[in-house]
């Protein structure tokens, strides 16, 4: 007959260690969901075109990297064919050095005196030590330009190190700006994929609105400045619509210091690659001064710009995930015009 035992009582002081750290995850989860609430979404819009920004930075940064990258090899190109064509030139010294020497030594292995009794015409023998003469002459020059060579090649060797040097120190910021573009890119579209269907809804017809290529705004009857400027314009209002596309400069997407590098290249001006350059390639002027066609700078570090098209307006390629297209002007901090030609 089994024996019919009470269980034992719970031990008080485990029950309530339990319960105090049961109360505790409870408290620390309530304060964390209060501490930590789910951002609205205007707050996650406000914080995503934040992101765009500094994606636009790092992508500027990116454009100067991979500019310097291009003019560093053709530079290295250059002084790697002028060190070949130096090499060449040095060994044809060489070679006519060496013949120098064995003709000498083959010419001079009888004394002169001695030649001049041997000789049945003395007169022959003077043009001969005048030709010898000569040869010693040539042969120091040999050696001279040997010498030049020499230094002049061991320089271009190390110019050439050196750019060597520059060009990995520069792929390195390369690959350092372009994985800074992507992360940006990737956080602000986690914030994103954060929102439920119907923020997400909201905020793409608001960017559906923005990207209308056939809305044209009011642009005023402001003249360009010039016709380089009226060109320029033109070739940027053909792309709206266009995608914008970090590091590109068309035809199918374009960054902003791209868009504007493509529109003055149409226009006949080859403008430099980034917006920080392009800010130094024209006439500065002030908001006041601004015509259709003029550069426009944005941000204290000049990191966005676009072609002022009249009456407050600009027309550039914005941030990721949006088109070329016309924006006030202000709904960016404006820094300056720059006026080509």
Not at 50 to 59: D, I, P
Request: contains cysteine.
């Amino acid at each position: 007959m089994g024996s019919h035992r009470r269980p034992k009582p719970a031990n008080r002081t485990r029950v309530t260690v339990l319960s105090a750290t049961a109360a505790a995850v409870v408290a620390l989860t309530s304060q964390a969901a209060q501490a930590d609430p789910k951002p609205s979404k205007d707050e996650v819009k406000s914080k995503v075109d934040k992101l765009y920004g500094e994606a636009e930075q790092a992508t500027e940064a990116f454009n100067n990297a991979k500019e310097k990258q291009s003019q560093l090899e053709k530079q290295i190109g250059q002084i790697q064919d002028k060190v070949a064509r130096g090499q060449q030139e040095l060994n044809t010294l060489r070679t006519g050095l060496g013949s120098m020497a064995s003709a000498q030594y083959r010419s001079g292995g009888i004394d002169p005196s001695l030649e001049l009794f041997l000789s049945s015409n003395p007169d022959d023998f003077l043009d001969k030590a005048s030709s010898l003469d000569q040869l010693s002459a040539t042969q120091t020059e040999a050696l001279q330009k040997i010498q030049g060579k020499q230094r002049s090649l061991a320089q271009e060797r190390k110019e050439a190190q050196d750019k060597l040097k520059d060009l990995a120190d520069t792929r390195k910021v390369l690959g350092d700006k372009k994985q800074e573009v992507q992360g940006k890119l990737s956080d602000a579209q986690t914030l994103l994929n954060s929102l439920t269907a119907q923020e997400k809804a909201s905020l793409a017809a608001a960017d559906a609105r923005a990207n209308r290529s056939d809305a044209r705004p009011n642009l005023g009857h402001d003249v360009p400045a010039s016709q380089v400027g009226a060109a320029a314009l033109q070739a940027a209002e053909s792309q709206i619509g266009k995608p914008y596309g970090w590091g590109m400069t068309g035809m199918a997407s374009f960054d902003c210091s791209g868009l504007t590098g493509y529109a003055y290249g149409q226009a006949g001006v080859q403008l430099p690659r980034t917006s920080q350059e392009q800010a130094t390639a024209g006439t500065q002027i002030g908001r006041s001064e601004l015509k259709p066609g003029d550069l426009v700078l944005f941000f204290g570090d000049l990191h966005h710009i676009g072609l002022y098209a009249g009456n407050n307006t600009v027309l550039h390629a914005p941030k990721p995930g949006a088109y070329v297209r016309y924006e006030s002007m202000d709904n960016m901090p404006f820094q300056f015009g720059v006026r080509i030609g």
